[in-house]
């Protein structure tokens, strides 16, 4: 900018200005405090956080005041709305227009017409201009009574608005709030609007209640760490994903807070990352949510939906935070307060609708009652030679006074205005008969409202119970509560990475592409190290980490693997006793190495086996020629070593040297089965003894699964596994133990009995017929299963009812056999009655042994030795 074109601006001083052209300088300090402070205030209190007393923000209840001011029956125009409510926001058309969107989503207080968008998809609401709302006939009920409401001009001094809205509703949790001021939030997640007006009902009887999410977009909900609705609590919500076929799966309902493009968005990063593993994805939703997943061959539905939960937005947490405007100031609060709060003020609106329904009751019977003794008594005609008005206010005055001792209150000036009003018509044809059945009328009516007064508690249950009957239907539960078990993202992640090693150098990682592969693994996962010097090390998987020289066994580690154990030789120092152990590792530090050795300088492995299920093997333990001895060649069962810690010494083999060890026979497990239970609360297995006990697993046992629609299959119990909602037995699989079942067959209208076993354990099979009306009755894994038959009444008689011992009824046949015909008569109901008394064959237990914990390093003082003629002795020292 030229010298020519340069003005100093207003406020500034420059060099070489007069004195007199100086302008003083105002300091700034301390005054942004005060505009902070204000502008804070005002955010919290008009703009981001609800009122307690109607659950609205200053936007969304000038929304509903305009819709209440254009209310005429019909549909208006949302740019009209919008339009209208601005005489009373002082912001844009687009708060105001996508505020309205949002209360009309929640289907409660506005009928919308048109497009107004779908939460499920996120799809947004078509333009102001093209969409039409008014108000539901509930909001029409619940919101509005001018009479109780207290007015304040509009922020332009032009109009009226309500303070607040009297709701007589707990709207707040029925329709939740979010929003974000400035130092605080607010959260409240909406609620069912049936179980809140059941629990509006428990606090006007002083009884107990509880009260949680429900969110409109369904799905299942865990509320165990809900904490009110306060500050510190949080409510993890997962998506319904179950099983279509072996290679689909199909999401029906959503997260709160999630939609369809936002879930699916997620869902294709995790396969990117290498997260989880999917062919594609198809979305179907339209009015019901129903995302397709089409999984790759030979990748597990049950473990990739918990990795859905653990990777996607399939499983959202939520944290609520109470916090809503009670006297003009912030009040964190949780929902059970809110909605006593919310209940006390319904029942104080109610009564003051009351006492105004009175006043004005009282006011109508007075007035007909002086209509009456006006014109019955004649006291009109006392005006006649009256010439002034107040003489004619004075005649009337005197007229009445003989007739008025059962008034209510005094006769006032403006009660005889109102008489002189009457038009002579009216007083031509009144009917005395007609004017005492009103007046009757009005005083059963008043009676009413005095005795909902003195029974206000009662009134104000009734009043819930109506709203419940009239605007309740529809309105059921959508999200499904349960508690939800921890997912270990180890567990379900997608291993798409492999491990390789150098075991010269020591070298492990991802990057060692050259070198020896061990197992496929993940970017989460811990690797386990074993070296020939006896130590031990647990690392994160990396590119390439050097562990140490010499590496002879590494794998993929599970730090809650109990089952796995490790059968080691070791000898102490270079020339000491060679000693045997077996051992669990479970809890270790990363990055640390462990000795398992005595820490011997020059101590080395002389064998190792890593045992998936603690197997034991025979070796051939090979010594060599030194002094007298005799044989050079002697066995080792590991099954003969007790399993312990890994600090454990272990027990001593031979003080000679070893030359070689060889494996001479594959061990068997030898530990204990596994205790499985079913947690029917998260219904998951579980290994923690929690729910009920299904019994003891070996590697080869399977779970029986039998769904109400006559499915069957067998399992291996996996600790991931999901079940159908349909599921009616879950056990330990015994193959000889026949499956007995009635069922009725559609087509040919008649009930079945069969009996069967388990044909192909490694298919799901059904087993009643395949007709849409077919369905299971009863079914029984009991040997000897009894059945009730109930029979329906015909013309007045009743059959007995008859008892079936269904193994003399029908023998053992195929499961795609049709069956017995149970009966021809007509059924009405049939029953499972106490099986017969039958002694099981007992099942063969092969020799245990209990793995021992890593806190128990007591040393087993056994010796293993060689006898003068070569042969192993156990010696207890």
């Not at 109990?562 to 530090?589: A, E, L, Q």
Request: with cysteine.
């Amino acid at each position: 900018m030229s010298e020519d074109n340069f003005e100093p601006i207003e406020g500034e001083q420059y060099e070489g200005d007069a004195p007199e052209q100086q302008e003083t300088i105002t300091k700034v300090t301390g005054m942004y405090k005060d505009w902070f402070l204000d502008y804070a205030s005002y955010v919290i209190l008009e703009r981001a956080v609800p009122a307690i007393e109607d659950g609205f923000k200053p936007v969304q209840r000038r929304i509903m005041h305009s819709l209440k001011e254009l209310d005429d029956g019909r549909y208006n125009k949302v740019a009209n709305v919008v339009g209208h409510t601005m005489q009373y926001h002082p912001h844009g058309d687009a708060s105001i227009g996508d505020a309205m969107v949002q209360i009309g989503q929640k289907e409660l207080l506005i009928d919308t017409q048109g497009n107004w968008g779908n939460i499920l998809t996120g799809d947004g609401a078509a333009a102001p201009r093209y969409i039409e709302a008014r108000l539901s006939k509930f909001a029409l009920e619940v919101l509005y009574s001018p009479k109780v409401t207290t007015w304040q001009l509009s922020y332009d001094g032009r109009k009226n608005e309500p303070v607040n809205l009297p709701v007589k509703f707990p709207l707040l949790l029925a329709q939740g709030a979010e929003g974000i001021a400035v130092g605080l939030s607010t959260k409240v997640l909406p609620h069912n609007f049936n179980e809140l007006i059941d629990a509006s009902i428990k606090v006007l009887k002083n009884k107990p209640f509880t009260i949680y999410p429900d969110f409109p977009t369904g799905g299942v909900a865990d509320i165990s760490n809900y904490n009110d609705g306060m500050r510190g609590g949080r409510v993890r919500v997962r998506a319904k994903v179950s099983q279509l076929d072996k290679s689909t799966l199909v999401i029906t309902q959503i997260p709160f807070s999630t939609n369809t493009s936002s879930l699916i968005d997620s869902i294709l990063k995790a396969n990117e990352k290498g997260k989880i593993k999917i062919k594609k994805i198809e979305d179907n939703t339209a009015a019901d949510v129903e995302i397709l997943i089409h999984l790759p061959t030979g990748v597990s539905p049950d473990k990739t939906i918990d990795a859905l939960f653990a990777f996607t937005a399939c499983e959202t947490s939520l944290a609520p935070l109470g916090c809503v405007i009670d006297g003009h100031k912030p009040y964190f609060v949780g929902v059970s307060e809110m909605l006593r709060i919310s209940t006390k003020r319904t029942v104080d609106l109610l009564k003051r609708e009351l006492e105004i329904q009175l006043d004005e009751f009282e006011e109508q019977w007075h007035f007909l009652s002086l209509e009456r003794i006006f014109i019955e008594n004649r006291i009109y005609r006392l005006i006649e030679e009256e010439e002034t008005w107040e003489g004619v206010i004075r005649a009337i005055d005197e007229g009445l006074k003989p007739f008025t001792t059962h008034l209510k209150r005094a006769v006032t000036e403006e009660d005889i205005v109102r008489l002189t009003e009457i038009r002579i018509k009216r007083i031509s044809k009144f009917d005395i008969d007609k004017a005492q059945e009103k007046i009757e009328a009005l005083e059963g009516e008043i009676e009413q409202v005095k005795y909902n007064l003195e029974h206000i508690i009662d009134f104000a249950i009734k009043y819930f119970q109506n709203l419940k009957e009239k605007y309740g239907k529809g309105r059921e539960r959508k999200t499904e509560l349960r508690s939800f078990d921890n997912i270990e993202a180890t567990k379900v992640v997608l291993r798409n990475t492999k491990l390789y090693m150098n075991r010269e150098e020591g070298f492990i990682g991802t990057g060692l592409k050259k070198d020896e592969y061990v197992a496929d693994c993940s970017d989460i996962d811990d690797v386990i190290v074993f070296l020939r010097d006896g130590n031990m090390m647990v690392t994160k998987v990396d590119v390439k980490t050097f562990v140490g020289k010499d590496i002879i066994h590494a794998a993929v580690f599970d730090k809650n693997d109990k089952r796995t154990i490790y059968n080691m030789i070791y000898r102490d120092g270079k020339s000491g006793p060679s000693y045997v152990k077996r051992f669990n590792v479970s809890g270790v530090t990363r990055d640390k190495l462990y000795d398992l050795t005595q820490g011997t300088k020059g101590s080395q492995v002389l064998y190792f086996s890593a045992n998936p299920n603690g197997e034991a093997e025979v070796v051939n333990i090979l010594l060599r020629q030194v002094g007298s001895i005799k044989k050079l060649k002697l066995d080792l069962d590991f099954a003969t070593i007790s399993i312990k810690g890994r600090a454990s010494r272990g027990n001593t083999v031979t003080k000679y040297p070893i030359k070689r060890i060889e494996l001479k026979e594959k061990g068997i497990s030898t530990l204990k089965p596994r205790r499985i239970w079913f947690d029917d609360t998260v219904q998951r297995l579980n290994v923690d003894g929690r729910g009920e006990l299904l019994g003891e697993f070996r590697p080869n046992d399977r779970l029986l699964i039998i769904n109400q629609s006559g499915k069957v299959k067998t399992i291996v119990p996996e600790i991931t596994t999901h079940f159908d909602e349909g599921m009616i037995v879950l056990e330990k699989w015994v193959p000889k133990k026949p499956v007995s079942a009635i069922y009725f067959d559609g087509e040919k209208e008649r009930y079945y009995v069969k009996r069967f076993l388990i044909e192909n354990e490694n298919r799901e099979e059904i087993f009643i017929t395949e007709h849409e009306k077919s369905q299971l009755e009863i079914v029984s894994t009991d040997y000897r299963p009894v059945a009730e038959v109930i029979f329906a009444k015909i013309k007045g008689v009743q059959k007995e009812n008859l008892v079936v011992d269904l193994e003399n009824f029908i023998a053992v046949k195929g499961i795609k056999a049709l069956g017995n015909q149970l009966t021809a008569d007509k059924v009405k109901q049939i029953n499972l009655l106490e099986p017969l008394p039958y002694d099981a064959p007992e099942e063969e237990v092969p020799e245990e042994m209990e793995v021992k914990g890593e806190t128990d390093l007591t040393d087993e003082n056994t010796t293993i030795s060689l006898d003068e003629d070569g042969q192993i002795t156990l010696s207890l020292d």
